[in-house]
């Protein structure tokens, strides 16, 4: 089955700064990358998504890269805000599986 | 919509209890999942439902977990009996059909302690 690895497993970034999280995927099928973020004491949040059709989706300060060939993507934030701390979880699924796998998580803090 | 609801947001119980945590998908969701999240395991699939019908249940972990939904906007995950390594935060999600599941709607959680 699908196994997916996320790496940092924490971040600390100087508030303006860049964050990159990255995360590999096992499954050649997949072809559905969410990633969700989750503030304390809530569920996970999706912020940005991307298929397998595509290299790179941006929203604002939010982009998602896909790398098919290597079986990785990213998520990249760029002028980080205090409010962009949070735990962020990456996900693979196989279209038709209904099943997200997700990643371990990494914990950002952005430093004032 | 108030979103994916789910009760209670805290639970605290002795081994060997029951434990009953509820949910309430959003409205039109079709799709209604159950996933656990320890610190040790990340987030976990248990089980999910389309239209009602459990789906796929191979990520419930044993016997001592069963999860119903009797109606679209209604669903349990009970554990009997509870035992300290279920301690947990227990999320609800649902999502749309036409999404195939993908698109989440995650609940606050139940933070589930069992001493």
């Known amino acids: 089955g699908e196994n997916v690895e996320q790496h940092p497993s924490t971040l600390s970034v100087q508030e303006g700064d860049s964050a990159v999280i990255k995360c590999t995927y096992s499954d050649s099928a997949s072809n559905y990358f969410p990633w969700y973020k989750q503030e304390l004491g809530k569920g996970p949040q999706l912020i940005i998504d991307i298929r397998s059709n595509v290299g790179e989706k941006k929203d604002q300060r939010i982009a998602v890269t896909l790398n098919k060939t290597a079986k990785h993507f990213s998520l990249h934030i760029t002028e980080t805000q205090p409010e962009d701390s949070a735990v962020y979880f990456c996900a693979a699924s196989i279209k038709g599986a209904q099943k997200l796998v997700f990643g371990q998580g990494t914990r950002l803090t952005i430093n004032p | 919509d108030a979103g994916v609801i789910q009760s209670p947001r805290h639970e605290v119980t002795e081994m060997g209890q029951e434990v009953t945590l509820r949910c309430k998908p959003i409205?039109?969701?079709?799709?209604l999942f159950w996933y656990r999240q320890t610190m040790m395991r990340g987030l976990e699939l248990l089980i999910y439902f389309n239209n009602n019908v459990p789906i796929d249940d191979s990520g419930m972990p044993e016997d001592r977990f069963s999860a119903k939904m009797p109606n679209a906007s209604f669903s349990t995950l009970k554990i009997q009996p509870s035992e300290p390594r279920d301690s947990a935060v227990y999320f609800c999600?649902?999502?749309?059909?036409?999404?195939?599941?993908?698109?989440?709607?995650f609940g606050s959680g139940t933070q589930l302690s069992v001493l």
């Open positions: 999600a649902s999502s749309l059909t036409g999404t195939g599941g993908e698109k989440l709607f």
């Open positions: 409205s039109g969701h079709d799709y």
